[in-house]
């Protein structure tokens, strides 16, 4: 009998491949995303395709801009797609794939696309992905999901999204469309975007934060040079020998 993973397996297989601590404010953001990607992994109506990786890989891009060191990211990154029992490379070539072959398109072009992928021509991977989707009664729709058509909106026509009119008027094509709850949708893409405000807010404390530590210590330093009779970078030589 199969048995199914549990979260716990899952944190403990992320946290055997990603030894290094994770900064306090970046923990929260890499759990619940661990979570999210864990119950839909387990689902027996969940499928993986591009548009959903494509969502895990803007939504964790994102959420840890500005982590450093900046070298752990793709770490934490690959550490969480192997806990799930996949591949970071897989993801990004998938997620990237898929922007690819809409880059060159309009804003218009894409929503019809998403909206209906029975007319038109071109970009046919995402195309017969999401034929496949609206002829799905079992689909499984999920905020990862949705992150992925926001974001495939957002790389060829930004503007489009900074409205909630304008937002409204393409999401409403593409719910229609695929077969999916506009409400969920809707929802899914605000609380995404005011999470990304919250988020720019908070990196945006914290290096203020970081720049006054850099000044007082500088600051201190230089009391120190000045009672020392001596030069900033003497000090800070003398210290360091």
């Not at 119950?39 to 969502?55: H, R, T, W």
């Not at 937002?167 to 893409?189: H, M, P, T, V, Y």
Request: charged share 30%; proline share 2%; net charge negative.
């Amino acid at each position: 009998m199969n048995t199914v993973r549990t979260v716990s397996d899952t944190k403990r297989s992320f946290y055997t491949h990603h030894t290094r601590p994770i900064n306090s404010i970046y923990r929260r953001v890499v759990e619940e995303l661990m979570v999210e990607m864990h119950l839909l992994s387990v689902n027996v109506d969940f499928e993986y395709d591009p548009i959903y990786a494509l969502g895990v890989v803007s939504s964790f891009d994102q959420f840890m801009e500005g982590y450093l060191p900046e070298g752990d990211k793709s770490s934490i990154f690959a550490a969480l797609c192997q806990a799930l029992e996949s591949d970071a490379h897989g993801y990004r070539a998938d997620a990237q794939k898929v922007q690819e072959e809409v880059k060159d398109w309009s804003g218009e072009a894409v929503v019809a696309l998403l909206s209906d992928p029975h007319q038109g021509e071109g970009a046919d991977v995402l195309r017969e992905r999401l034929k496949a989707i609206a002829a799905n009664g079992k689909f499984k729709y999920s905020r990862l999901f949705a992150i992925g058509l926001y974001t495939l909106v957002s790389t060829v026509d930004p503007e489009r999204l900074q409205t909630e009119e304008s937002r409204n008027q393409a999401f409403e094509k593409i719910a229609e469309g695929l077969g999916i709850s506009l409400e969920k949708l809707q929802k899914d893409i605000e609380l995404y975007r005011s999470n990304l405000e919250k988020v720019k807010q908070a990196q945006a404390v914290m290096k203020d934060i970081l720049e006054a530590e850099r000044k007082k210590r500088q600051r201190a330093l230089e009391k120190e040079t000045a009672a020392a009779g001596s030069s900033p970078e003497t000090a800070e030589k003398d210290k360091e020998s």
